[in-house]
């Protein structure tokens, strides 16, 4: 079981005000609790908490009648709880997905022909046969999830708590980490406690916590939630999908407009963004001036890949890339302050300890010191972000959301003319979404051009003139 009684937190550096106030909750033996809310609502430090990463500055927290943090270790063989944060990377320890499974059963100290049973069972469960030689951190966010999920699934914890588990798997994958939770850890009686956006999930739990502004509003059966949170709130703090759902077919177009000057231009192309022998081959692909272009396809098939090569940041192993009229032979081709490039984790790379700060950090070194303030709040305001609000708040202690949105900010600071985004709604509730819709429009309407990857069918659908297809490597 897992109890928390009479629980208060607090941020490290704000003395007198509670984010979490005298918060009471129980996850009983074999639950499975989807806890949800908007950004900001207190998911991630409830998780956090949970796992025993996170002190409470009040009250107790217990895993099986113990702290959490010593809950941690082993007890039994096995650990009592296993915990997947947001960016699977900042989990990954070792070179290989083979290795990355057996790390944390070799620290349980099973024996050779268990823990190989046990890499077998979770490589098919989790479809990573042929990743099993790869790096970690050259596989797609979705890849990367699923790496993670396999981690903890062959250690065989008691508890198991996913933040946010969905987040960079594609339907197909969803599919699959559905069916092995449901065939093992359901079937187990194992607890899950996962936090979520995404109001699609919640019918999969026996139970909702709906969290706003750090406290509990509702707790109770899925088929409540509604006639207890009014519409509008729901509407803001979560967005729609179904997880469950079968695979989509292929429904995009691939054509190419012509008319306006062409931006990127790629012919007999063929990338590979490591030395794990992926391959992406694109025979053509033109992106003219002022067009919205969505990359689209399942976890692997090269959609990051791609979005690089149309910025020139990865240059091709043989055929020809232009980007506004240049040949790119390296990734110095590459046309700051022309070209804008939001990457799939850009938290990760935040280095300013002020949101001021982080966001003027693009406009300093390509336009100057002079205008800067105001650029930063006008690219604030255009993610919904209050710069009376955000400007002196640390760039760390941001929920996951608001990051993603200051990471957007950063790139929308100067007036590019073209924006490449990759998975930009990852992490964003139903408000953070009509935020960057309003923002992409905002920025069609003054001609920039855009290119966007992710495999949310429904953004794209939306935002995007045109989308390319993805199989394998290959334009379908």
């Known amino acids: 079981m897992i109890r928390l009684r009479d629980v208060s937190f607090a941020f490290p550096g704000t003395c007198s005000r509670n984010f979490l106030e005298r918060l009471n909750l129980e996850v009983r033996d074999g639950e499975w609790v989807a806890v949800a809310g908007g950004n900001g609502s207190g998911k991630t430090t409830l998780c956090r908490l949970m796992a025993g990463i996170s002190r409470p500055r009040e009250g107790s927290i217990e895993v099986d009648g113990a702290d959490p943090a010593c809950a941690r270790g082993l007890t039994g063989g096995a650990p009592a709880v296993g915990v997947a944060f947001q960016n699977p990377d900042s989990q990954f320890v070792t070179p290989s997905v083979e290795r990355e499974i057996l790390f944390g059963m070799e620290n349980l100290a099973l024996g050779p022909g268990e823990m190989s049973d046990r890499l077998a069972e979770a490589a098919r469960a989790f479809s990573l046969e042929r990743l099993l030689s790869r790096n970690p951190h050259t596989l797609s966010g979705g890849e990367k999830q699923r790496v993670l999920l396999a981690c903890l699934w062959a250690m065989g914890p008691r508890h198991l708590i996913l933040d946010e588990p969905f987040s960079f798997l594609d339907v197909e994958g969803r599919c699959a980490f559905l069916e092995a939770l449901g065939g093992s850890f359901r079937r187990e009686g194992k607890t899950i406690v996962w936090f979520t956006i995404d109001a699609g999930e919640l019918a999969l739990a026996d139970r909702v916590i709906y969290m706003e502004k750090g406290r509990v509003r509702f707790d109770g059966a899925p088929a409540d939630?509604?006639?207890?949170?009014?519409?509008?709130?729901?509407?803001?703090?979560?967005?729609?999908?179904?997880?469950?759902?079968?695979?989509?077919?292929?429904?995009?177009?691939?054509?190419?407009?012509?008319?306006?000057?062409?931006?990127?231009?790629?012919?007999?192309?063929?990338?590979?963004?490591?030395?794990?022998?992926?391959?992406?081959?694109?025979?053509?692909l033109s992106i003219r001036a002022g067009e919205r272009v969505g990359i689209f396809g399942p976890s692997g098939s090269g959609k990051t890949t791609l979005l690089l090569a149309c910025a020139g940041l990865l240059p091709p192993r043989s055929g020809a890339v232009s980007l506004f009229g240049r040949r790119v032979a390296s990734r110095r081709d590459f046309p700051a302050g022309k070209a804008?490039?939001?990457?799939?984790?850009?938290?990760?790379?935040?280095?300013?300890?002020?949101?001021?700060?982080?966001?003027?950090?693009?406009?300093?070194?390509?336009?100057?010191?002079?205008?800067?303030?105001?650029?930063?709040?006008?690219?604030?305001?255009?993610?919904?972000?209050?710069?009376?609000?955000?400007?002196?708040?640390n760039t760390f202690r941001l929920s996951q959301g608001e990051k993603r949105l200051v990471a957007l900010a950063s790139v929308l600071v100067f007036d590019a003319e073209l924006f490449l985004l990759d998975?930009?709604?990852?992490?964003?509730?139903?408000?953070?979404?009509?935020?960057?819709?309003s923002a992409l429009d905002g920025l069609s309407a003054r001609g920039a051009t855009l290119v966007v990857a992710s495999h949310d069918e429904g953004f794209l659908g939306e935002c995007t003139d045109r989308t390319v297809v993805l199989e394998e490597g290959r334009i379908a």
Do not use: C, W
């Open 340 to 393: 804008a490039f939001l990457f799939q984790s850009p938290e990760e790379g935040f280095f300013a300890p002020t949101v001021r700060e982080e966001v003027g950090l693009a406009y300093r070194s390509l336009v100057g010191g002079a205008g800067e303030m105001e650029a930063v709040s006008r690219a604030l305001n255009a993610v919904g972000l209050s710069s009376k609000e955000f400007l002196g708040r």
């Open 225 to 284: 939630l509604a006639g207890s949170v009014p519409r509008d709130d729901l509407e803001r703090s979560l967005v729609h999908s179904a997880p469950d759902a079968k695979p989509p077919a292929a429904k995009f177009r691939s054509g190419e407009p012509g008319g306006a000057p062409a931006i990127v231009e790629l012919n007999d192309a063929r990338f590979s963004p490591g030395e794990d022998g992926f391959i992406l081959d694109v025979s053509s």
């Open 423 to 437: 998975e930009p709604t990852i992490f964003l509730d139903g408000a953070a979404r009509r935020r960057l819709r």
